[in-house]
């Protein structure tokens, strides 16, 4: 484990009808021995400058089949050696129930994104409204693995900020290989989301065609392309690889943690950008 001094809250929401909340905040928390380390809540502008998905509070940062992500500085660090299934816990401020399907909650360490806590294929729904959800919900913890852990599968996490010529409607693709093999390829065409739109968090599953290790990726490369000519910059570009082919992980592994986009554009015409970028291993 870690000791962080950030919080990340991903979230995405279901999507069928009424699953969305214009709840302005969620609230995090994160207890040990009984004490509240963490209390704060996560909402539409935050910290370091992301913004969740939506165009405002009012606008829906937890629509329907939306992906969100925020995040908070710690006034203390936060050492995740010292945390049970029980400690992290997320809960919806508002009586307009929500229904999330994933929730992952990550830190930042000197070395890169720490997965903390995840839950997939979620039943509940919040609210503190008790006719029609639970108030909070346990997040239950996961491993950050190791660079040997195998990895099946592939979360890519990405926020589009605001501006002229970040949003696209070009298709994107994340490729990875070892150093013969391409183990994992897939293009991003239109889904239920919002599309790498501006003010917008997107959450992609992938799977792997062969199952890797970050070890063996550390000779090969993590590549993000683009596949037309519609420039996008992106602000936030996180790559995780998860051991299980579907479902809950038991370990989620950083493989890129860009917090804070640096590596210019993406178009397949050269006068906007580059239509492919390796990113860097964390």
């Known amino acids: 484990m870690a000791t962080v001094d950030r919080l990340f809250l991903a979230t995405l929401t279901k999507n069928e009808d009424d699953a969305g909340t214009d709840a302005g905040k969620l609230n995090l928390t994160v207890n040990v ?11 539409f502008l935050n910290g370091s400058g992301i913004l969740s998905s ?22 203390e660090v936060l050492d995740t050696s010292l945390l049970t299934h029980s ?10 129930a929500w229904a999330p399907q994933h929730i992952f909650v990550f830190g930042a360490t000197e070395n890169g994104a720490e997965a903390i806590a995840m839950e997939t294929d979620i039943e509940h729904w919040l609210s503190t409204d008790s006719d029609e959800g639970k108030l909070t919900m346990p997040i239950r913890l996961v491993d950050p693995g190791t660079s040997i852990t195998v990895i099946r599968r592939v979360l890519l996490l990405i926020y589009t900020g605001s501006g002229s010529d ?26 239920p989301q919002d ?14 065609a062969v199952p890797f290790t970050r070890a063996e990726i550390i000779k090969g490369k993590i590549r993000l392309s683009i596949k037309g000519d519609d420039a996008w910059l992106p602000q936030s570009v996180f790559v995780f690889g998860l051991d299980t082919e579907e479902g809950r992980p ?10 804070n986009w640096d590596l210019g554009s993406l178009s397949a015409d050269p006068s906007e950008g580059k239509d492919v970028i390796d990113l860097p291993v964390s």
Not at 33 to 43: A, C, I, P, R
Not at 166 to 191: G, W
Not at 195 to 208: H, I, V
């Open 33 to 43: 021995n009984g004490e509240d380390l963490v209390d704060s809540d996560f909402g």
């Open 166 to 191: 970040v949003e696209t409607d070009s298709p994107i693709e994340l490729q990875i290989s070892t150093n013969n093999t391409i183990v994992l390829q897939e293009t991003v065409f239109d889904t």
């Open 195 to 208: 599309d790498l739109e501006q003010y917008t968090a997107n959450w992609y599953f992938m799977k792997a």
């Open 54 to 75: 939506g165009l405002g509070p009012d606008d829906g940062w937890l629509s329907d089949g939306q992906a969100a992500l925020s995040d908070q500085k710690l006034e």
């Open 250 to 259: 038991n370990s989620v592994v950083r493989l890129v943690s860009l917090a």
């Open 87 to 96: 400690s992290v816990r997320v809960g919806n401020r508002s009586d307009d």
